[in-house]
C-alpha cells in the first residue's frame, strides 16, 4: 500500500481497494495504523457528484527517514533521505581506503550524528559498497578495489547508533532505489547496468512463482569495439571511465575527470567521437544483457548514458533491444547516498521494518 501511494498517491480508500484486490475493510485495517502512526494522511474531502464524498489519503514523506551510507574509493558519504527519497542533508569526508576499521568506525560516527540532527523518527542505516556483500551477515565479503576481505559492517554501525542496518553492493542498492522511487517504480523485470570505472548490473525478475529474485554481477567481459578503432576488448578494459579518459588524454585532451569531457562535447569533435564511440559500446552491451535477459525496462546509471543527449545516441546503435525501454536513473541528485537509504526504506515498505529481506 505504502509502495501504491508512492506511485500513484494520494488516493481514496476505495480506489487502493481495486488496485490491490482488496474489500474496504482490509484497507481501512491497514491504513488505520498508519494514521495513527503519521506516516500516512488523509487530505481534504473530494466530491465527485456522485454518492459519498471521496477522501484521499497520501503517504508523509517527512513522517520517518532513513540514514545512507556510501563507501566510496577515497570518500565516505553520509546523507539523509525522507520515505519520497529525497536527500536532505548529506556530508562527505575524504579517508583512506585501506584502513578498513577506522573508516567503518568514522562511518558509524557520521551516521549516527545524522539520525541525531533528524528532524523525525529513523528508520535505520543503510550501508552501500562496491564488491562482494554478505547480505545477511551485514559484511563486505570482498573488495578487491579498496583491498577489503571479510569486513564486519553492520554489526558495528549497530553497536554505535541502536539503529537497524541493511548493507548491499552499490548496484543492487541503485536497483532497489529505482524500483522505490525511480524510474523502475511499479516495474517487476529491472536490468540496471552501471558504468563507472567498474562495470556492475542488477537484474530483478518475476519468476511465475515466488518471490522477486535478484541477480548481480559484472559485464566486463564482454567484448566491444575499441574507443578509437583497431578490434574489440573486454568492457572493463575498454569501455570504463578510466579507459574513456585514458583515450582522451591519449587524444590530447586537458581532462581530469568525465565531468570534464562532457563539457568538452559540447563543442569538441575528438570528446564528441569518443562519447559516440563510448554509446556504441553501451549499446552492445544492452543488447547482450537484453537478449539473454529480456527485461521490460533496462536502467542506464554512472556514465553509462550521462544525460539526455547520450542516452538518444545509445538508443540509436541498439539493434535487438527496444529503444524506448533504456532509461535514465531518477532517484535523486545524490544517487548512492539515496541508494543506501533506499535499502532501509524499501525494506520497511515491503516488510513494516528496516530489517534485512527488502527483496522478499
Not at 564488491?131 to 551485514?138: M, Q
Not at 578495489?145 to 564486519?152: K, P, R, S, Y
Request: hydrophobic share 45%; glycine share 12%; charged share 20%.
Amino acid at each position: 500500500m505504502l509502495q501504491l501511494l508512492v506511485q500513484r498517491g494520494p488516493l481514496a480508500r476505495s480506489d487502493i481497494a481495486k488496485e490491490l484486490s482488496l474489500n474496504h475493510g482490509s484497507v481501512s485495517r491497514i491504513i488505520e495504523p498508519l494514521l495513527s502512526l503519521g506516516i500516512v494522511r488523509e487530505l481534504g474531502e473530494r466530491s465527485t457528484g456522485l454518492g459519498r464524498p471521496r477522501v484521499p489519503v497520501e503517504l508523509d514523506p517527512s513522517s520517518r527517514y532513513a540514514v545512507g551510507v556510501h563507501l566510496g574509493l577515497e570518500r565516505t558519504t553520509v546523507g539523509l533521505t525522507d520515505l519520497a527519497g529525497r536527500c536532505v542533508r548529506t556530508v562527505t569526508e575524504n579517508r583512506d581506503p585501506a584502513d578498513s576499521a577506522a573508516t567503518v568506525r568514522r562511518a558509524a560516527e557520521l551516521a549516527a550524528e545524522m539520525a541525531v540532527r533528524a528532524p523525525g523518527p529513523v528508520l535505520g542505516i543503510g550501508l552501500a559498497v562496491g564488491g562482494e556483500v554478505d547480505r545477511a551477515a551485514g559484511r563486505v565479503a570482498r573488495n578487491d578495489v579498496l583491498g577489503w576481505v571479510d569486513v564486519e559492517v553492520a554489526e558495528r554501525l549497530r553497536e554505535r547508533t541502536g539503529l537497524e542496518v541493511v548493507v548491499d553492493a552499490n548496484v543492487c542498492a541503485l536497483l532497489g532505489a529505482e524500483l522505490t522511487f525511480g524510474a523502475g517504480l511499479g516495474q517487476h523485470s529491472v536490468l540496471y547496468l552501471f558504468v563507472g570505472n567498474v562495470a556492475e548490473m542488477g537484474f530483478l525478475g518475476r519468476p511465475a512463482t515466488g518471490p522477486d529474485s535478484v541477480i548481480q554481477g559484472d559485464f566486463g567481459r564482454i567484448l566491444v569495439p575499441g574507443l578509437t578503432g583497431g578490434g574489440h576488448a573486454r568492457f572493463s578494459e575498454a569501455g570504463t571511465d578510466v579507459a574513456l579518459l585514458a583515450a582522451a588524454r591519449s587524444a590530447g585532451l586537458a581532462v581530469t575527470s568525465l565531468t570534464d569531457l562532457i563539457r568538452l562535447a559540447d563543442s569538441d569533435p575528438v570528446a564528441i567521437g569518443l562519447l559516440k564511440a563510448r554509446s556504441v559500446q553501451v549499446a552492445q552491451v544492452a543488447d547482450t544483457m537484453y537478449d539473454l535477459m529480456r527485461p521490460r525496462m533496462i536502467i542506464l546509471g554512472g556514465s553509462g548514458a550521462p544525460s539526455g543527449r547520450w542516452l538518444e545516441a545509445v538508443r540509436d546503435r541498439v539493434e535487438t533491444t527496444p529503444p524506448r525501454s533504456l532509461v535514465l536513473p531518477r532517484s535523486g541528485d545524490d544517487p548512492l547516498v539515496t541508494a543506501a537509504a533506499g535499502l532501509v526504506v524499501r525494506a520497511f515498505f515491503t516488510t513494516g521494518t528496516a530489517r534485512e529481506g527488502a527483496w522478499s
